[in-house]
């Protein structure tokens, strides 16, 4: 039987790896921080592997109005500091991005490029805090944070990128045209793209960068990653550069991601297809019948939406048909290690990765939870064949290259099941249906769990074990293709019906819903649970407010109802719309910031809700996003007191010439993505 390591001993395994890595001469000279005493203890990962969390005593909060404003809004009692924004400088003696000299492209040369690879990227998604510092009353003062930049909105970036788009030319022609005009563009794009790893620390004026501390550094799209796992080696993922397959140049569309308990930082990659071109004549022209089969569910573009493709012979799949097979995976980044190159973890799977967030067994074995986030595609869990070793660092580094990748299935009684994704020649998964081996079943993970029988979900994006009940909750942003009756349809590559199900109840479902799953025996190497919804997102204002999960008959419900955990009072739950990334407190509370179009919903924001108690279900929102952001993140130190949010493409729907946001600068300058730090006032737990 695994015994759970003391918090004792985790923090010494942590510490001594910290000690190798990082030189305690360094760590205070990047620190310079009043009142740090030391190392910290990493309580998160001892936590995890204890499979409990202190919980700490909530404040109370009085939720804010839905806003419409160009402005960041918290509710009363609590304030935010400006952590790092689009072009910050990570290493000393960098001035940072000017962001008045967008107005023209005289900046976009050789310099820009370099610049940008050292400086904070665009569009902030996903964090994850690592501790390094606290005080003597264990507040945590300094740490790494891991950020995610997603993608780069060059109508923000660039001047006249949309300009050409009404022009007489169509608006393939334009970007080609306005990309070929530009030769430093998909260079730039490519440097702010990928991950930033960076320290930070707290100091009487709220969180700030250690611009050049120890450790700190860009992924970006033309980082040299590691292959591991089943694909490594894969015929399927070589190239004319890479015939091996076994380094893989750059990450990106990186969207939500997850933590270990060893450590490292798991980066989620979601929309690969969008930067790719020329993948439909490629296939067309094809005779490779195993390369149309691993696209099939996936396809790529004829053209892609960034134009990388027009400067980048990487990204034309003419010129490199097998290129875009090597994105679209869990990538490992080793936060302590600069010198250690992050790695594809491709037992994982291959799919539009959403994030990876772990739990640890009774046994220390380590399950990672994933969804697929696309319409009507798949919840994941991948469960390691070995256990966490918290004495032994080594041991663990190649813990997620070897385990068993599930896919789930809801069924209408309220229970389900885990469905082994596994090359088995007596199984569904073997050499007659295109499945040779596991890097096979890998690399087509989507095609693999269609012939299981998986449940497809409207929209699975973050999915987020509660460090106290081991309770799983799944968030699904939307699905308005979903359809009352049956309807079975030609969709990403697979025949399917869009009928509603117990899992997915609505038609239409434009506002989205939270999946609560209770693994069996509390185990999350099961392969068996029950689940049922926990919100089904919406203005509790309008249509009916549902208060009994009976109700909930698939195909009966309409748009605008709403259910909160059966919470009763409609007059004190907020509006919520397209739930997204989720993250718990350290008093067990869960947290979901939001992803809408924002054309019929007000502003994106943040918004907490208990899942145990009187109040389980009472969602009250916190903050309250400037125009066209979507809110990221959700990360909370270990001390409670400090949750940090990435506020991605304020502006989103304005260019440069036609601004609808001039946040977080001001003054008519362009608008920055930007990761914030929210504390309250009285500074107790958030």
């Not at 820009?112 to 902030?124: E, I, K, L, P, Y």
């Not at 005009?181 to 700030?208: E, I, K, L």
């Not at 046994?363 to 798949?378: N, Q, S």
């Not at 270990?638 to 003054?667: A, K, M, N």
Request: hydrophobic content about 35%.
């Amino acid at each position: 039987m695994f015994k759970p390591p003391s918090n004792h001993n985790f923090s010494a395994s942590f510490d001594a790896v910290l000690a190798e890595r990082v030189s305690r001469r360094q760590l205070l000279t990047s620190a310079a921080a009043a009142g740090a005493v030391g190392l910290a203890t990493t309580s998160w990962g001892a936590n995890m592997a204890a499979g409990t969390t202190t919980r700490a005593t909530a404040a109370p909060l009085q939720g804010i109005a839905p806003q419409t404003g160009d402005a960041l809004v918290l509710a009363a009692g609590y304030r935010h500091s400006l952590l790092a924004r689009w072009g910050d400088p990570l290493q000393r003696g960098d001035a940072g991005l000017r962001t008045a000299a967008l107005r023209t492209n005289d900046w976009l040369d050789d310099s820009a490029v370099d610049a940008q690879q050292q400086r904070f990227g665009t569009n902030c998604d996903a964090l994850a805090y690592f501790p390094l510092r606290r005080t003597r009353r264990n507040q945590d003062i300094q740490g790494y944070l891991c950020v995610n930049h997603e993608y780069v909105n060059a109508e923000l970036v660039f001047a006249d990128y949309a300009g050409g788009r009404r022009s007489s030319m169509n608006a393939v022609e334009a970007r080609r045209a306005w990309t070929l005009a530009q030769p430093h563009s998909v260079a730039w794009m490519q440097a702010a793209h990928g991950v930033t790893v960076m320290q930070v620390r707290r100091g009487m004026r709220g969180w700030s960068t250690i611009p050049g501390a120890v450790g700190t550094r860009r992924i970006t799209a033309n980082t040299p990653c590691d292959l591991s796992g089943p694909a490594r080696g894969h015929p399927l993922l070589a190239t004319a550069a890479d015939p091996r397959a076994t380094t893989v140049l750059g990450t990106f569309a990186n969207c939500a991601g997850g933590k270990t308990p060893w450590g490292t930082y798991l980066t989620a990659e979601e929309n690969i297809d969008d930067y790719f071109g020329r993948g439909a004549s490629m296939l067309a022209s094809t005779a490779d019948g195993a390369l149309v089969e691993a696209y099939r569910r996936i396809p790529p573009p004829q053209h892609s939406i960034y134009g990388w493709e027009y400067l980048d012979p990487r990204f034309d799949l003419q010129r490199n048909p097998q290129e875009m097979l090597r994105h679209g995976w869990i990538v490992e980044i080793d936060p302590l290690s600069p010198d250690d190159p992050p790695r594809k973890r491709t037992a994982l799977g291959r799919f539009k990765h959403e994030g990876a967030n772990t739990r640890i067994a009774p046994d220390g074995r380590v399950a990672a939870y994933m969804g697929d986030d696309e319409i009507f595609e798949y919840v994941y869990k991948f469960v390691t064949r070995d256990a966490f070793d918290p004495g032994d660092r080594a041991h663990n580094r190649d813990l997620l290259d070897h385990g068993t990748l599930y896919v789930a299935r809801f069924d209408a009684d309220g229970t389900g099941a885990w469905l082994p994704l596994v090359h088995d020649e007596n199984g569904p998964l073997n050499s007659r249906a295109g499945f040779h081996n596991q890097g096979d079943v890998v690399i087509k993970a989507r095609g693999a769990a269609d012939l299981l029988g998986a449940t497809p979900m409207d929209r699975p994006e973050d999915i987020e074990p509660s460090p106290l009940t081991g309770r799983v909750y799944i968030a699904c942003t939307k699905n308005a293709e979903r359809e009352a009756n049956e309807t079975l349809t030609l969709l990403s590559g697979r025949y399917l019906e869009l009928a509603a199900n117990t899992a997915n109840p609505r038609p239409d479902n434009r506002s989205g819903q939270v999946i609560e799953l209770i693994e069996t025996a509390d185990d999350p190497t099961a392969t068996s649970f029950s689940w049922h919804v926990f919100l089904l997102a919406g203005d509790p204002a309008t249509g009916r407010f549902l208060t009994d999960a009976a109700t909930l008959a698939a195909g009966s419900l309409a748009a605008t109802d709403t259910y909160f955990a059966g919470y009763a009072e409609r007059a004190d739950v907020s509006r919520l719309h397209c739930p997204d990334n989720l993250g718990f407190d350290p008093s067990g509370r869960l947290w979901i910031v939001t992803d809408s179009d924002g054309k019929d919903w007000p502003n994106n924001g943040c918004y907490v809700v208990p899942t145990e108690g009187a109040e389980r279900g009472r969602l009250r929102q916190l903050m309250s996003a400037p125009t066209g952001s979507e809110v990221c993140g959700c990360e909370f130190t270990p001390d409670g007191r400090t949750l940090f949010l990435s506020i991605q493409h304020p502006g989103e729907g304005g260019t440069l010439e036609q601004p609808v946001s001039d946040w977080p600068d001001r003054g008519g300058l362009p608008p920055r993505a930007a990761v914030i730090a929210i504390e309250r006032d009285d500074g107790r737990s958030v």
